[in-house]
């Protein structure tokens, strides 16, 4: 068939498609849809179409085959997700449907806080958000339970997720990844006069000569702190992607980045006698943080509020400043400072040099060892689902 005769055939189908709707033929509307969608197996929208219509006069497992072929025509369209869900959920294949579903809010969050709205579309969003949030608070729940459980860990709260209301407990305190209610809340936290603290503040002046030495050889190991795949809000325009802020990583992600490691050899031996953060027996970032002169990180809420960040300035130029829910404080060389950053805070470089600062995370100290395998599970078990998420087949 020619292109125009197959333009002609679809809008003779779409016309008669239209009369058929206007005068309520339910079965005619089938038929022509189902040819439609055979005439156009290529189109996402048809398809589409198709699937909704099978799923209110056809059957479930055509509207099913219609909906999955409109995703891997269109996989950035989430809406194919949302109905997709649905269907397999009237089908009783809820676990498909929750991965189905996920897979779309990883494109359109507002899945996960549908708006309100009386169509079939609203009606989806409610039944994906409600399945998803069962689903993520349940696999914490499980996961972070033991034969010992803690309340304070199977409580906790992955605020974009969760299927119970809730508060926080502290103001200008937002963490937006994992919130644990229960545990102390304050900005600052003083270490001064811990073993490992003392240790690494009396190394700094190696330190700095580590990065200064290594700093040329690896400006092309620098990346911006902010990268441009990140979806941010509109304070961090200037910044993300740019390397007027860079890290510099010595694990990143809870790797070692080995090409950059080998010339800290200092730095790391200090790090060994730290509790450092991590989802297993590696600190999950370790980096230097470059803040050029003139820049300025605007007020933002880190993501949980289960560890601790240390900075440990190197290079300060004067009128540097961090503030943490509004107590500013500046960064002296040598001397480590500790922070909820969970709490709003920004940092300041008004200086006519780089500000250096090397930065970690440690666990919070009110966590028992106990508790952090608790967290660490509930961590580990979420990733594992989300990489094992797949369309059924």
Same mark, same amino acid.
């Given at each position: 068939?020619?292109?125009?005769?197959?333009?002609?055939?679809?809008?003779?189908?779409?016309?008669?498609?239209?009369?058929?709707?206007?005068?309520?033929?339910?079965?005619?509307?089938?038929?022509? @849809?189902?040819?439609?969608?055979?005439?156009?197996?290529?189109?996402?929208?048809?398809?589409?179409?198709?699937?909704? $219509?099978?799923?209110?006069?056809?059957?479930?497992?055509?509207?099913?085959?219609?909906?999955?072929?409109?995703?891997?025509?269109?996989?950035?369209?989430? =809406?194919?997700?949302?109905?997709?869900?649905?269907?397999?959920?009237? @089908?009783?294949?809820?676990?498909?449907?929750?991965?189905?579903?996920?897979?779309?809010?990883?494109?359109?969050? &507002?899945?996960?806080?549908?708006?309100?709205?009386?169509?079939?579309?609203?009606?989806?969003? %409610?039944?994906?958000?409600?399945? /998803?949030?069962?689903?993520?608070?349940?696999?914490?729940?499980?996961?972070?339970?033991?034969?010992?459980?803690?309340?304070?860990?199977?409580? &906790?709260?992955?605020?974009?997720?969760?299927?119970?209301?809730?508060?926080?407990?502290?103001?200008?305190?937002?963490?937006?990844?994992?919130?644990?209610?229960?545990?102390?809340?304050?900005?600052?936290?003083?270490?001064?006069? /811990?073993?490992? $603290?003392?240790?690494?503040?009396?190394?700094?002046?190696?330190?700095?000569?580590?990065?200064?030495?290594?700093?040329?050889?690896?400006?092309?190991?620098?990346?911006?702190? /902010?990268?441009?795949? @990140?979806?941010?809000?509109?304070?961090? &325009?200037?910044?993300?992607?740019?390397?007027?802020?860079?890290?510099?990583?010595?694990?990143?992600?809870?790797?070692?980045?080995?090409?950059?490691?080998?010339?800290?050899?200092?730095? =790391?031996?200090?790090?060994?006698? %730290?509790?450092?953060?991590?989802?297993?027996?590696?600190?999950?970032? %370790?980096?230097?943080? $470059? /803040?050029?002169?003139?820049?300025?990180?605007?007020?933002?809420?880190?993501?949980?509020?289960?560890?601790?960040?240390?900075?440990?300035?190197?290079?300060?130029?004067?009128?540097?400043?961090?503030?943490? &829910?509004?107590?500013?404080?500046?960064?002296?060389?040598?001397?480590?400072?500790?922070?909820?950053?969970?709490?709003?805070?920004?940092?300041?470089?008004?200086?006519?040099?780089?500000? %250096? $600062? =090397?930065?970690?995370?440690?666990?919070?100290?009110? =966590?028992?060892?106990?508790?952090?395998?608790?967290?660490?599970?509930?961590?580990?078990?979420?990733?594992?689902?989300?990489?094992?998420?797949?369309?059924?087949?």
């Amino acid at each position: 068939m020619s292109l125009n005769g197959k333009k002609a055939q679809q809008e003779s189908l779409e016309a008669q498609l239209e009369s058929a709707i206007a005068h309520s033929d339910d079965e005619q509307c089938l038929e022509l @849809m189902r040819n439609l969608g055979r005439l156009c197996p290529d189109d996402a929208e048809i398809q589409h179409r198709l699937g909704s $219509v099978e799923e209110q006069l056809g059957t479930a497992e055509k509207a099913l085959a219609a909906h999955l072929c409109s995703i891997s025509l269109a996989p950035q369209n989430p =809406l194919t997700y949302l109905y997709s869900g649905f269907c397999l959920q009237q @089908m009783g294949r809820r676990d498909e449907a929750i991965e189905v579903w996920s897979l779309g809010s990883d494109l359109e969050p &507002a899945l996960l806080n549908p708006p309100h709205r009386n169509d079939p579309t609203g009606e989806r969003l %409610v039944a994906a958000a409600t399945a /998803l949030r069962k689903h993520f608070s349940q696999l914490h729940r499980d996961s972070s339970n033991t034969t010992t459980p803690s309340h304070k860990i199977t409580g &906790a709260i992955w605020p974009q997720t969760t299927d119970t209301p809730f508060n926080y407990q502290a103001d200008q305190q937002r963490p937006s990844l994992f919130y644990i209610p229960e545990l102390t809340a304050r900005p600052w936290h003083d270490l001064q006069g /811990l073993r490992w $603290v003392e240790h690494l503040e009396a190394l700094s002046s190696d330190i700095v000569k580590e990065f200064s030495d290594a700093q040329n050889s690896l400006h092309a190991f620098c990346r911006p702190y /902010l990268g441009v795949e @990140m979806k941010l809000g509109r304070q961090f &325009a200037e910044l993300q992607g740019s390397l007027n802020w860079t890290a510099l990583d010595l694990y990143r992600e809870g790797k070692l980045q080995s090409k950059v490691a080998q010339y800290f050899p200092v730095t =790391l031996a200090a790090l060994e006698q %730290v509790p450092l953060y991590g989802m297993d027996s590696l600190p999950y970032e %370790v980096f230097f943080s $470059v /803040l050029k002169p003139g820049q300025h990180i605007k007020p933002h809420f880190g993501l949980s509020n289960h560890s601790l960040t240390i900075h440990l300035p190197l290079i300060v130029p004067p009128g540097c400043s961090l503030t943490v &829910a509004g107590q500013r404080r500046q960064w002296v060389p040598g001397r480590i400072l500790a922070f909820d950053d969970s709490y709003i805070h920004e940092a300041i470089n008004p200086g006519g040099e780089q500000r %250096v $600062v =090397l930065i970690f995370s440690i666990w919070h100290p009110d =966590l028992s060892k106990g508790e952090c395998d608790a967290i660490q599970r509930s961590f580990t078990a979420r990733a594992r689902w989300l990489a094992a998420r797949q369309l059924p087949l």
